[in-house]
């Protein structure tokens, strides 16, 4: 036999029990592309049901609106969602788990100033018979100081028994009490070549969430900042951006050749400092972040004690357009270009677009344009007969 | 200390329940000697906490010492008991018994007593309290675990364990390490990857696929510590899942033995009279010192509850009042489905909790935390049980006793009867010059009175119609029984004078 939400309820009374219905279900389900794998999806499915199912009962019961906390972004990588009750931030995790012997979140909702709540609710949802149940709570600092860390799943744990069974008391004390939370320690900021590298290695197509597979001081870092967030989870749906498909511009340069700025400098001693008083990214602080990527260029015996390294800026204007600064640039510790280097911007058509051609002692020779979305452009870079071409899509 | 608080602790320690022929407290013969002997000779153990935590020590540091654990398990029987009996009543499953039910709180305690017990704070709870929700839970988990649903399928019994759940399964189908390690990463990496999507109602979930296989193989490899490990294959992998599932499934069956059948040489005594009641008043007379104090506030915080919606006072009497008399009842008696009984309690008693909150934070001029409140709200459910029984219905029942024609010439009848510590109805009998026949006659026309009188009350006073009035008979007749083994007779005797 099966028993029944009534059954059930009248085993626990002092617990919030709620039915939902098949059409509550079906409307739960997200686009299959906003996801990128099936559990991913199934998981924004959990969520988004409870969220429809809840909110209107906490809304009458803690007597304030109830507003979405967290972005549905989360989803590809975590399970929970946050919730702002008044004052309180309360975040809540839905479970499909029979056994309720301990209640588990996910390190992201603890260890993550901006996702950290006052309150956890376990959420314990019966999709087959269409109930759900909270059957407890917690607070910060209860979690983050009694819980038990694992660190194999990076989750906080209490058991069943170190909850706060009834909801009356998260009512009345978020009403009454000050906040409970525990202190969090800073999470590191990380450079833009750090976020380009993590995008690159996070965003490949995977089955499973990409959040153990570095630390989670980084991890942490990365999934704080909205920003790149929404770039990380656009990658793996495969929905980017303009500024994203340009910094992917061909398959290459994820490649090996492609490299981030700090590794042209450090590997194969590239100029940088000479330049404008410092690399690109930190001219550009303060503002939406530009991506770049530079490789090696060897044309064989031309350049056989002076190779250069072409750099790609990126950096979005306004009205849909970005900015592109391609630079040339010498490397092995040299302050000059070799004489005579040209770069040849081509258009689709392969026409020359614009061009540059280095002379005695300069330090480096660059191009600057601007496009839209879709458009296809050429870089050559030549010296004498030798000449290599890369060509990219914005 | 006294003998009889030594009494009270040997028999909060040596008592369980049995429920077959029905349900009654049983002291366990040889835990009550030995503890006799051992509180002889430590005398620093007479104390309820001490005594708790040395048996606790003694579990924790010899898993061999089944002794420490079985006096552990007898302090948390009542707990079993009263999970057993709650979750029963709610579910009457007819395949089930409550001896099941017990069967299954007493299983999941044989693995959890020392470590629940170890945190029990006695100042914070009552036992009973503290442990009913990890025993509802864990009695409500197995009796879904037959139910026929997805979770069949070893795909979906996968997915409806706990991290815990599966640690223990494997731990006791004798899985060591470094492959309970081994299990439990691809158990996670199946978490990871399998998702059901859209299956139907009651459809067996379907195995991953052959893609799926390879990913969660591929997340094993990636988290398995250290790296330099050969990495999983999909067979491998497959076989954890197996040993998962063939520990799961194994952990279903529950083999417990309760302590009777486990030492069949033992002899069984019944908890005296005396010890229970002693136990019971103890706790009844320092709770209701502690609940006088909160009830002018709180009734004055009913009556104002009552202004806005006047229902609230016969709802919380008629769930706080009547044990057995559940919210399915209450639903019926107002027409209303029981998750909207269960909806409106929980308001009013918000609303209440929202008042005594506030009223003692200006009694000790303290910031409360959340544990404060949880307490409070404990405390406020104790609280209306005791008003809801004592200060209404016992009263009520103290009333009739003394003003109805009938009664109030029983009364030393019935101060003879449940006044005395053990009753032998042959001499009380001979004592008021009635056969023991005439005497169990006015007994159950004694009864029978009040019961009507009560539900006389019940009816003009709160109006309950009489289909309810039929539906709380039972309830009544355990109320009026337990009032009578409670009455004030000293009080009343005097009153007659």
């Known amino acids: 036999m099966t028993l029944t939400l009534a059954q059930l309820s ?37 969520n988004r049901l409870t969220l429809a199912v809840l909110s209107p009962e906490f809304s009458a019961a803690s007597e304030t609106s109830v507003q979405l906390a967290s972005s549905e ?81 990076r989750t906080y744990s209490l058991d069943v028994e170190d909850l706060f069974e009834n909801l009356n008391t998260l009512w009345v004390s978020q009403q009454l009490c000050p906040a409970e939370k525990a202190e969090i320690q800073p999470l590191p900021t990380l450079s833009h070549n750090q976020v380009e590298r993590f995008i ?134 040299q302050t000059y270009l070799p004489p005579d280097v040209q770069m040849i911007v081509l258009d689709d058509a392969g026409e020359v677009f614009l061009e540059a051609r280095s002379r005695q002692a300069d330090n480096w020779i660059q191009l600057e344009f601007s496009g839209e979305p879709g458009e296809r452009f050429s870089v050559k870079v030549a010296l004498g007969d030798a000449s290599l071409v890369e060509d990219f899509v914005i | 200390m006294t003998d009889r608080m030594t009494e009270i602790i040997i028999a909060r320690f040596s008592t369980y329940y049995q429920v077959n022929p029905h349900p009654r407290p049983v002291q366990d013969y040889r835990l009550r000697q030995h503890l006799i002997r051992l509180l002889q000779q430590h005398p620093e153990l007479h104390d309820e906490t001490v005594l708790l935590r040395y048996f606790c020590n003694q579990a ?27 979750t029963y009543d709610a579910f009457q499953t007819p395949e089930l018994t409550l001896a099941d039910y017990l069967q299954i709180a007493r299983a999941y305690m044989a693995n959890r007593a020392v470590e629940l017990c170890t945190k029990f704070d006695r100042t914070q709870s009552k036992i009973e309290t503290y442990l009913s929700p990890p025993l509802r839970d864990a009695i409500m988990s197995e009796v879904r675990k037959n139910e026929p649903t997805q979770r069949q ?13 599966l640690k223990t399964a494997l731990q006791n189908f004798a899985i060591g390490e470094p492959k309970l390690s081994r299990c439990f990463l691809t158990w996670q990496g199946f978490l990871e990857v399998y998702a059901p999507v859209k299956a139907g109602k009651n459809q067996r979930l379907p195995e991953p696929t052959a893609e799926q296989w390879e990913a969660i193989a591929q997340f094993c490899t990636e988290q398995q510590f250290p790296q330099s490990i050969q990495p999983f294959t999909v067979p491998e992998v497959k076989a954890l899942l197996q040993i998962c599932v063939k520990a799961l499934r194994a952990s279903t069956h529950i083999q417990f033995h309760p302590l009777d059948t486990e030492n069949p040489e033992l002899q069984l005594e019944i908890a005296t009279q005396f010890e229970q009641e002693a136990w019971y008043g103890e706790q009844d007379t320092a709770k209701g010192d502690r609940l006088q104090q909160m009830t002018t506030e709180l009734a004055s915080a009913i009556v104002s509850l009552s202004r806005d919606f006047p229902d609230a006072r016969k709802m919380l009497i008629l769930e706080h009042g009547f044990t057995g008399f559940n919210q399915s009842y209450i639903g019926k008696e107002f027409g209303i489905k029981q998750y909207k009984i269960s909806r409106q309690l929980t308001s009013y008693k918000k609303y209440l909790l929202t008042s005594l909150v506030k009223w003692s934070q200006t009694q000790v001029n303290v910031t409360f935390n959340v544990k404060d409140v949880d307490r409070l ?93 039929s539906a709380i008979d039972k309830s009544s007749a355990l109320l009026v029984e337990q009032f009578l083994a409670n009455a004030p007779y000293a009080l009343l005797t005097l009153e007659r004078r």
């Open chain 2, 60 to 86: 924790a540091k010899s898993n061999s010492d089944l002794l420490a654990l079985n006096y552990l398990l007898a302090y948390v029987d009542i707990a079993c008991y009263l999970a057993a009996k709650s």
């Open chain 1, 10 to 46: 009248l085993a626990c009374p002092d617990q919030l029990w709620l039915e939902f219905s098949e059409s509550q279900q079906k409307t739960a389900w997200p686009a299959t592309q906003d996801y990128s794998y099936e559990a991913a999806l199934h998981r924004a499915f959990l």
């Open chain 1, 73 to 153: 972004n989360l989803w590809e990588f975590v399970t929970g969602f946050a919730l702002n009750l008044g004052k309180s931030r309360l975040v809540i995790i839905p479970s499909e788990t029979i056994d309720t012997d301990e209640f588990s979140v996910p390190q992201e909702w603890v260890d993550i100033p901006a996702l950290a709540a006052d309150y956890y609710l376990a959420v314990q949802v019966n999709l087959e018979d269409g109930w759900l149940r909270v059957w407890g709570f917690s607070t910060h600092r209860k979690l983050k100081t009694e819980g038990r860390y694992d660190g194999g799943d």
């Open chain 1, 200 to 333: 690159g290695d996070l965003g490949k197509p995977s089955l499973y969430s990409p959040r153990l597979k570095m630390s989670f001081a980084h991890w942490g870092a990365l999934l704080a900042a909205d920003d790149f967030r929404e770039q990380l989870y656009n990658r793996r749906i495969g929905k980017e951006s303009a500024m994203q498909k340009v910094v992917n511009l061909t398959q290459s340069i994820y490649s090996n050749l492609w490299l981030f700025l700090d590794e042209l400098v450090e590997v194969h001693g590239v100029n940088l400092l000479a330049a404008r008083g410092g690399s690109r990214t930190e001219e550009n602080e303060g503002d939406r972040p530009s991506q770049a990527r530079g490789r090696m260029i060897d044309l064989g015996i031309q350049l056989v004690r002076h190779p250069v390294a072409l750099i790609v800026y990126l950096s979005p204007e306004s009205n849909n357009k970005w900015n592109i600064l391609l630079q040339l640039r010498p490397s092995g510790g």
């Open chain 2, 153 to 165: 399928s070893d795909w979906g019994l996968l997915r409806s364990t706990s991290k815990k759940g």
């Open chain 2, 377 to 469: 709200s404990t405390l406020l459910d104790e609280w209306l049980t005791w008003y809801c029984q004592n200060a209404i219905l016992y009263k009520f029942l103290e009333t009739t006793l003394k003003l109805h024609p009938a009664l109030k010439l029983e009364v030393t009848l019935l101060c003879r009867y449940y006044g005395c510590e053990r009753v032998d109805e042959r001499a009380i009998a001979q004592n008021l010059n009635i056969k023991p026949t005439e005497l169990q006659r006015k007994l159950v026309q004694v009864k029978t009175i009040l019961q009507t009188q009560l539900h006389n009350w019940l009816h003009q006073n709160l109006a309950l119609k009489p289909c309810s009035l």
